[in-house]
């Protein structure tokens, strides 16, 4: 499909990767803050720290997924399966707009996954 075809999708990926930039640098400044000289209430605010944290770990790694698939719009990959080579259908990008794989090689995949653990 043509990159102009994904306009619309772009456009998303560029609100989200500013979405997800906020909060994290939100994150980064929660995480910055000072402790509480109270030795009780520093050990609750390490352990929200500890939950924070993760989220800004799950901002990042979805920050780059959707700098990912920008890459592919700008170098004419997006909407290719990286699996099989066939067109991600439409409707599964606009759901999941950073996918890799269409339906069927990521079912596969999954299939693949939960038969290994």
Do not use: F, W
């Amino acid at each position: 499909m043509a990159e102009d075809s994904y306009a619309d999708l772009r456009r998303q990926l560029e609100q989200k990767k500013e979405e997800l930039s906020a909060r994290l640098e939100r994150i980064t400044a929660n995480l910055r803050r000072g402790y509480h000289p109270d030795s009780k209430e520093r050990a609750k605010e390490l352990e929200d720290s500890e939950v924070v944290d993760a989220l800004g770990n799950e901002a990042r790694t979805e920050i780059a997924k959707v700098a990912a698939a920008l890459r592919r719009i700008d170098a004419g990959e997006y909407g290719i399966c990286n699996e099989c080579g066939s067109e991600i259908d439409r409707g599964r990008l606009e759901v999941h707009p950073y996918a890799r794989k269409c339906i069927d090689c990521a079912r596969i995949d999954e299939h693949r996954k939960a038969h290994t653990l």
